[in-house]
């Protein structure tokens, strides 16, 4: 499917008004922004976040997946009407959100092309006049679009070459191969930001090794005269065990030495 999804030019945002210049890398300022863009937090401590009901704003491809809306302006949203077409939606209040046909769904399709499909169930497209519509079954060729990020501004790039934006109408087309003012947006997400670091952990190994080790016991262990059987062997073995990667079987091994009377 790759394939059918590479026939778009990717490259830099041609900004109006906008000439190249070459600046030299800061690997502090750089190291700065990723501390910056993995700290990003709740909508309690970011202003833009509640300011848009909880929704923040999409820095990079990977960030594009699930529920989405696209805000040109200042909370006006890329809204579905039934018949297939798309407007920009009204103004939002100051903390809330978009509303339901504002609502998108973004599937990734290549390393840099995404869908987009409405709440009707039908994938965005780009007519050959350049009007946007939302009323293909599936996923073809004019229906692939590229986010493009470049100095902390983002458009988004039709399988036409042009980028989305919206008219004086309020119609969203893709009419312009360079990306001015109309066309630059913000890719908004609902999705929690917060990682818990120990999601990957299982619940049994989330403590200490001896409380680990209890837990496992407790879970596995038959209670035939209820009496919880945990090795009474040092716990220095446990802690070098988890750190060359054989802590279950040296887990397994303590507590078939407990059971055999060892």
Not at 89 to 113: F, H, M
Request: net charge neutral.
């Amino acid at each position: 499917m790759a394939d059918a999804y590479s026939f778009v030019k990717g490259g830099k945002l041609k900004l109006k008004g906008h000439k190249d210049k070459k600046h030299k890398k800061h690997k502090k300022k750089r190291k700065h922004d990723e501390i910056d863009n993995s700290s990003q937090g709740s909508s309690h401590t970011d202003p833009d976040i509640a300011a848009h009901g909880g929704w923040w704003k999409a820095k990079k491809f990977e960030d594009i997946t699930g529920n989405v809306a696209i805000e040109i302006g200042d909370s006006r949203y890329v809204s579905a009407v039934d018949n297939g077409t798309f407007r920009l939606g009204e103004p939002r209040d100051q903390g809330d959100g978009p509303e339901a046909e504002e609502i998108l769904t973004a599937v990734q399709v290549s390393d840099t092309k995404i869908a987009l499909k409405s709440g009707y169930g039908k994938y965005l497209t780009v007519d050959p006049d350049g009007d946007v519509t939302g009323k293909a079954e599936a996923i073809g060729m004019r229906e692939q679009w590229e986010p493009v990020f470049q100095d902390g501004k983002m458009a988004l790039n039709g399988s036409n070459g042009k980028f989305l934006s919206a008219n004086r109408d309020d119609e969203i087309v893709c009419l312009s191969s360079k990306a001015g003012e109309q066309e630059i947006i913000q890719i908004r997400l609902n999705t929690s930001l917060e990682v818990d670091p120990l999601e990957n952990i299982p619940k049994e190994e989330r403590g200490k090794v001896k409380e680990t080790e209890i837990n496992y016991v407790k879970k596995f262990q038959s209670f035939q005269d209820r009496k919880l059987k945990v090795s009474k062997e040092d716990v220095s073995s446990l802690k070098k065990a988890k750190k060359e990667g054989i802590f279950h079987e040296t887990l397994l091994d303590r507590q078939k030495r407990e059971n055999e009377g060892r």
